[in-house]
């Protein structure tokens, strides 16, 4: 229940000697009915991070920072959301990690599981461990941080407007995160100069993101070996203190990557479709975007860095309004299929520049 993590020192006898832990029993929540699993309060799935294969890309986690000689250990614990609280350097894991069941109800309600692969759930975990090496030695209130990220003290904004061409930010995690905010930016610049056989020298070279990245080079090099100033190992919003039901903590994640109020896209979708009667017996447009949801929500999602679920709301959308204008195709559907592709791009990157790319939970 309690997700306490381990350095390499303090590992388990059991586990240096090669012997196998043995295996806990399924949780019984495991073989519910996804209806009665809703119903379920988060605290109730009894989880923690032993025997889940996020506790190995922990170790990993400490293993890469143990490589750079800085001693920060982040601990971490099983939350609702990926996040390192301010004053406390730690990581909070979102829950539907640490069991199959859940990755596959995830999945289900949000199109997709942020941090499912091991690349992906490494990337995040160097991202927040940037959080963390700020948080233990207090790097924002050093004039030099502030002279090469920004005020930290700026409030974190509910939307934010990327510039995707923009050489003045590092590329690690999607959605151009590093633009959200100063902690981020730093906490981006940090998690491309800490993952293993970086190339950033290379990769970054004649970018104005050059400098960030030189100065975490140099500052990490000053403080190896050196003592935290932070030390807290307290855990905020853990699992087992978490009394809303996994309905209600859905209802509130698709609320908040909902994309709000109905946009309109008569113009779009009338040089897409047809709405003339000649075309009335030809594939109508509602089924035919139907048919390739999964497969254009992924690619928009792929190339544009937005959610799938944000996606899939503009998609459900333009398929209602499909219907309410009675269209259908007007084109071979290989060709519908590559224009759909396009207008479904512009609407979302019309989205993210119109001001609206919300930031994380």
């Known amino acids: 229940m309690y997700a306490e993590t381990m350095s390499a020192s303090k590992t388990p006898s059991h586990r240096r000697n090669g012997a196998a832990r043995p295996r806990r029993r399924a949780p019984a929540w495991a073989e519910l009915p996804e209806e009665e699993l809703l119903d379920l309060r988060l605290c109730d799935l009894e989880l923690d991070l032993s025997d889940t294969v996020l506790q190995a890309r922990i170790e ?3 293993d890469e920072l143990s490589q750079r000689d800085i001693v920060v250990r982040p601990h971490c614990w099983l939350s609702d959301e990926w996040f390192s609280p301010d004053g406390v350097p730690g990581i909070g894991i979102p829950f539907y990690l640490a069991h199959p069941r859940l990755i596959r109800l995830e999945r289900k309600q949000m199109l997709e599981v942020e941090g499912a692969t091991k690349d992906w759930c490494m990337k995040i975990l160097r991202h927040e461990a940037g959080h963390a090496v700020d948080t233990s030695f207090r790097l924002r209130r050093r004039r030099d941080f502030r002279e090469v990220f920004g005020r930290c003290s700026q409030p974190y904004p509910e939307f934010y407007q990327p510039k995707p061409f923009s050489r003045s930010y590092v590329m690690h995690l999607d959605r151009w995160y590093a633009q959200s905010h100063p902690t981020e930016d730093f906490a981006e610049t940090f998690a491309v100069w ?5 190339r950033w020298r290379t990769q970054y070279e004649g970018w104005p993101a050059m400098r960030k990245l030189k100065y975490v080079d140099r500052v ?9 100033a932070v030390r807290s190992r307290r855990r905020e919003a853990p699992l087992h203190h978490l009394r809303m039901t996994l309905r209600e903590h859905y209802e509130q994640k698709r609320d908040h990557y909902g994309i709000g109020k109905m946009r309109i896209y008569d113009g779009d979708l009338k040089r897409l ?4 009667p000649d075309h ?6 509602a089924t035919f975007l139907r048919r390739h949801r999964k497969e254009l929500r992924r ?3 792929l190339w544009t860095g937005e959610y799938q679920y944000t996606i899939d709301q503009v998609l459900g959308e333009m398929l209602v309004r499909c219907e309410e204008l009675d269209l259908h195709l007007d084109r071979p559907e290989r ?3 590559r224009d759909a592709f396009i207008v479904l791009t512009i609407q ?11 930031l994380a939970l």
């Open 60 to 62: 990993r986690l400490h």
């Open 194 to 198: 800490l993952k293993p056989r970086s």
């Open 220 to 228: 990490m090099n000053e403080l190896a070996g050196a003592a935290p």
């Open 273 to 276: 479709f047809s709405d003339a």
């Open 280 to 285: 009335r017996r030809r594939l109508s447009a």
């Open 299 to 301: 690619t928009v999602s």
């Open 335 to 337: 060709l519908a299929r």
């Open 348 to 358: 979302t990157m019309q989205f993210l520049h119109g001001g609206h790319h919300r």
